[in-house]
């Protein structure tokens, strides 16, 4: 990270985890707070990728070659009312010794909701994607316990397969206050649910619309923005690998579309951006905030 007497080239931001972003959809505000950062061992996350791949894009990695990602939620805030799509990892580091983690750490969720100036009871629903521990963290501390927690129907049948990941305690604690959601479903003013299988079985995306725009919030269905260039790219985690690459397909094409932006959780410093076809193809451009 460079200090503050060293210009920073403009690639220079995808190396280093987000601070604080906020856009305004109209009367909405939809605001990244971070908790964390996720280092990811690119060639495991990405199997179709290989060393030429990132020896021409260095911006997305550190000094040790790991992929720097970043863990947060998405405060959706209209009028008085406040909504989280996801939970982050929550007050605790993990690392593993191989596959596509290396490390994930979290904890800082609730100095940026405070920066934000929302305490945490004002948050009334927690909105998740899927139920992987870097997307439900908080919601399993006393933080969350008084919001509703908002998951897509199959994603909760299927609930068991927490269970076989040794997430059980995770989903106990979850489950008095889950209501399930329907795709289409709209779940706070100007925004909807839409349900997008493989990256879990009920992987879910949120719609927020304002101000004849729209945001798409879409979760894991991309891990980097590498993949907006290559969709045919699924990663390590990915449940069903095909689902999941004609999904992203259609998404990247979509955030082409005219006054229609993405959300990108683990995209480092530049979570809020579109897609553009520049030169070769389509590519993420970061939409400052």
């Not at 707070?33 to 990132?54: E, F, H, I």
């Not at 316990?145 to 897509?152: I, M, Q, R, T």
């Not at 798409?216 to 590498?226: E, N």
């Not at 082409?256 to 590519?283: M, S, Y």
């Amino acid at each position: 990270m460079a200090d503050s007497t060293t210009p920073m080239h403009p690639d220079e931001r995808l190396r280093r985890p987000s601070g604080i972003r906020s856009l305004r959809l109209g009367d909405t505000k939809v605001s990244y707070v971070p908790d964390g950062d996720v280092r990811l061992r690119p060639l495991r996350l990405l199997p179709d990728s290989s060393d030429t791949t990132w020896a021409a894009h260095p911006e997305y990695l550190d000094d040790t070659g790991h992929l720097v990602g970043s863990v947060g939620a998405l405060l959706v805030e209209h009028g008085d009312r406040a909504l989280l799509i996801d939970a982050g990892f929550g007050p605790q580091t993990y690392g593993s010794p191989d596959g596509p983690l290396h490390t994930v750490r979290g904890g800082a969720l609730p100095d940026g909701l405070a920066e934000l100036g929302r305490r945490p009871q004002d948050i009334e629903a927690v909105a998740f994607t899927h139920l992987h521990a870097d997307h439900l963290g908080w919601a399993c501390e006393p933080l969350l316990g008084h919001a509703e927690f908002l998951v897509s129907a199959p994603e909760w049948d299927r609930r068991d397969l927490l269970v076989e990941q040794g997430m059980g305690a995770q989903a106990a604690a979850l489950a008095p206050r889950v209501r399930t959601v329907a795709d289409g479903e709209e779940v706070f003013p100007g925004v909807r649910v839409r349900i997008t299988p493989g990256h879990t079985v009920g992987h879910a995306e949120y719609v927020v619309t304002g101000g004849g725009r729209r945001l798409i919030a879409f979760g894991d269905a991309m891990h980097s923005p590498i993949q907006a260039s290559r969709p045919d790219w699924s990663s390590g985690f990915d449940h069903d690998l095909t689902a999941t690459a004609g999904h992203r397909h259609r998404l990247v094409a979509e955030l082409a579309e005219p006054h229609t932006l993405g959300f990108g959780v683990h995209f480092a410093d530049v979570v809020f951006g579109r897609v553009r076809h520049e030169g070769d193809g389509p590519a993420w451009r970061p939409v400052d905030a």
